[in-house]
């Protein structure tokens, strides 16, 4: 099993809908979960971090953890064809030296 | 400020040359990572630098491959006889000491002929 898991996509939206993106990791005492967005031939952007149970809001962007059930999940309002890129997941799992895992990503289309 | 900027953005180079990648971290942030991506790999991770100590090397694929940092800043890394699996995007990362999140720079594209 692999670290941490993402639907490799692409997941394709519409304009205007909403984008849900979904992460689960193995290590139960992870603490830190990050989504970065990439673009092609770009380098990993930091969208946002989430350390607690629940929902944390930014903007468009929805970041929620439930560590019960060890998945973390990107919800993306109002989808725009400039979200069309490759979200990364990334974990630092417990008694690290905070070194990032990632997912393989998952490619996002948004498409007018 | 200025981020985390790395050079060569691009290194061509012929199997078995030595080649070296650096990083210089944004101002003031004492932890650097080294990653590496390729297609059949994704995203990984190869060293840690708390100010000029490595005290996580567990990504480094084999010994041909070393990073040190002086100064609290400025990090190398090399990769001594190079092979063609080595061909990547590196990418270095830095953050504060008092944080976890981290920035990524624009990366080097190594390809290895």
């Known amino acids: 099993q692999k670290e941490v898991e993402q639907n490799s996509g692409p997941l394709s939206v519409p304009e205007g809908a909403i984008a849900s993106l979904n992460c689960t990791y193995s290590?139960?005492?992870?603490?830190?979960f990050f989504w970065y967005r990439q673009y092609s031939g770009k380098s990993p952007e930091l969208i946002m971090f989430?350390?607690?149970?629940g929902d944390k809001e930014d903007g468009r962007f929805t970041a929620q953890l439930n560590k019960a059930s060890q998945y973390v999940s990107l919800l993306i309002r109002d989808s725009q064809p400039s979200d069309s890129a490759t979200y990364l997941c990334?974990?630092?799992?417990?008694?690290?030296?905070?070194?990032?895992?990632f997912g393989a990503g998952t490619r996002l289309a948004v498409h007018p | 400020g200025a981020g985390v900027s790395q050079s060569p953005s691009n290194k061509v180079t012929e199997k078995g040359k030595d080649v070296e990648l650096r990083c210089d971290p944004i101002s003031g942030h004492t932890a650097l990572y080294w990653y590496r991506q390729s297609l059949g790999q994704g995203l990984e991770f190869l060293i840690y630098?708390?100010?000029?100590?490595?005290?996580?090397k567990s990504g480094l694929p084999s010994d041909r491959f070393s990073a040190e940092r002086t100064g609290g800043s400025v990090s190398t890394l090399t990769i001594q006889r190079t092979q063609q699996e080595d061909s990547a995007v590196y990418l270095c990362?830095?953050?504060?000491?008092?944080?976890?999140?981290?920035?990524f720079g624009p990366g080097t594209r190594l390809l290895v002929l």
């Open positions: 630098f708390q100010g000029n100590s490595a005290p996580d």
């Open positions: 990362a830095s953050s504060s000491s008092t944080a976890e999140t981290q920035y």
């Open positions: 290590d139960r005492g992870s603490q830190s």
């Open positions: 989430i350390y607690s149970n």
């Open positions: 990334a974990v630092i799992l417990s008694g690290g030296y905070n070194k990032l895992i």
